[in-house]
């Protein structure tokens, strides 16, 4: 199967999670979908896709037999076959769709915001089933390098190709965890402390001369 772009990822991701938490509106129609992709909240990144972009990735999922229209409406309305196409059970689904909607995270991240998709008995579950997607003649997933600064690896799907990762640091960067702004204020301070500095010392070599100190 090809790579997914972005979008299609999303509307896909979107058919799953809905299809577990609003039950009642599922399949759901264009709007439910174009809503459910621009959602504000538990989407990474927050986008603002049209009607038309949301059909164009339909179109393309339904190519790949990954969603289809469902019947016995008036209105067209949308439902995902991931489980069937990719062959994955309901645990995979559900990691695979919350690394769509929300980007990569960690294991226990991954435990909690699967909650209302699955509920994973512990971490060490979570990462036995991301193992398995990991170790597929086609990696469905990866685990990222951890950061500097971060406690845990995260991971990421790739359904949509591969990751494209943070460049490193260069030598002479500014430290790790020290803001813009932050080095900004150092300056400010090293500058009015130089200035204090300059004002002491004419202070005292007036003082001296009127003292008559050499």
Not at 15 to 38: I, M, W
Request: charged share 25%; hydrophobic share 50%; glycine share 8%.
């Amino acid at each position: 199967m090809r790579h997914l772009t972005p979008l299609e990822a999303r509307a896909l991701g979107v058919l799953v999670e809905k299809q577990h938490t609003v039950p009642d509106t599922y399949p759901l129609s264009l709007n439910a979908l174009v809503a459910g992709c621009n959602q504000k909240t538990a989407r990474v990144p927050v986008i603002e896709a049209t009607e038309a972009e949301v059909l164009t990735a339909v179109d393309g999922l339904k190519g790949l037999s990954l969603v289809f229209e469902g019947s016995g409406s008036r209105v067209v309305k949308f439902e995902h076959n991931m489980a069937r196409v990719l062959q994955l059970p309901s645990q995979s689904v559900a990691l695979l769709t919350v690394l769509m909607l929300r980007g990569p995270q960690t294991a226990a991240e991954l435990r909690l915001n699967c909650e209302r998709l699955h509920r994973f008995a512990d971490i060490s579950a979570v990462e036995g089933f991301l193992d398995e997607l990991a170790a597929k003649a086609v990696p469905m997933v990866v685990k990222l390098p951890r950061a500097p600064g971060e406690r845990e690896a995260r991971w990421a799907q790739l359904l949509c190709g591969e990751v494209a990762l943070p460049a490193p640091r260069a030598a002479g960067d500014a430290a790790e965890g020290v803001s813009a702004g932050e080095i900004a204020a150092l300056k400010a301070g090293q500058t009015r402390l130089a200035e204090e500095v300059a004002e002491l010392k004419a202070l005292v070599q007036r003082l001296a001369r009127e003292l008559g100190v050499a």
